[in-house]
């Protein structure tokens, strides 16, 4: 007797070999397993082609440009931050994905640089300086 797959099984297994291959699942990741797991894997095949697969472009540099990317587009904090991880999980230091994020300044301009150096500053624990003089936060207001 031929025994049928358990599709269920089958979508856990093919969303833990995501984890091992990116480092990170997404949460439209999760769900797409369950919804429309064909979906999701004919999507995953195209990011595999242009990402994950190894090519001429080192991992840590699709990571740098990923991180610019996402920042200029203002995409969810979750999504620049589990990019910034697995770069510094490659050994890219925290300068680098700055100066990557910087480009974002001429070609994007401030409000979008700002998105993802937040996003960088809480994964990284930048400190600030504070003023020493009286000034306006415009945190409080």
Same mark, same amino acid.
């Given at each position: #007797?031929?025994?049928?797959?358990?599709?269920?099984?089958?979508?856990?297994?093919?969303?833990?070999? #995501?984890?091992?291959?990116?480092?990170?699942?997404?949460?439209?990741?999760?769900? #797409?397993?369950?919804?429309?797991?064909?979906? =999701?894997?004919?999507?995953? &095949? #195209?990011?595999?082609?242009?990402?994950?697969?190894?090519?001429?472009?080192?991992?840590?540099?699709?990571?740098?440009?990923?991180?610019?990317? =996402?920042?200029? %587009?203002?995409?969810?904090?979750?999504?620049?931050?589990?990019?910034?991880?697995?770069?510094?999980?490659?050994?890219?230091?925290?300068?680098?994905? %700055?100066?990557?994020?910087?480009?974002? %300044?001429?070609?994007?301009?401030?409000?979008?640089?700002?998105?993802?150096?937040?996003?960088?500053?809480?994964?990284?624990?930048?400190?600030?300086?504070?003023?020493?003089?009286?000034?306006?936060?415009?945190? &409080?207001?």
């Amino acid at each position: #007797m031929t025994q049928i797959p358990d599709p269920k099984a089958e979508a856990q297994a093919y969303i833990d070999e #995501m984890v091992r291959v990116r480092g990170y699942v997404l949460p439209y990741h999760k769900l #797409m397993a369950g919804a429309d797991f064909p979906v =999701l894997k004919a999507a995953n &095949q #195209m990011v595999a082609a242009a990402y994950t697969d190894q090519r001429r472009l080192s991992r840590a540099t699709k990571e740098l440009i990923f991180i610019t990317s =996402l920042t200029v %587009l203002r995409a969810a904090p979750g999504h620049i931050e589990s990019h910034i991880r697995v770069a510094l999980d490659l050994g890219v230091s925290p300068e680098e994905i %700055l100066e990557a994020l910087e480009i974002a %300044l001429p070609e994007a301009g401030v409000v979008a640089f700002q998105h993802g150096f937040e996003v960088w500053a809480k994964v990284v624990g930048a400190k600030p300086l504070e003023p020493s003089v009286p000034t306006h936060d415009p945190s &409080q207001a």
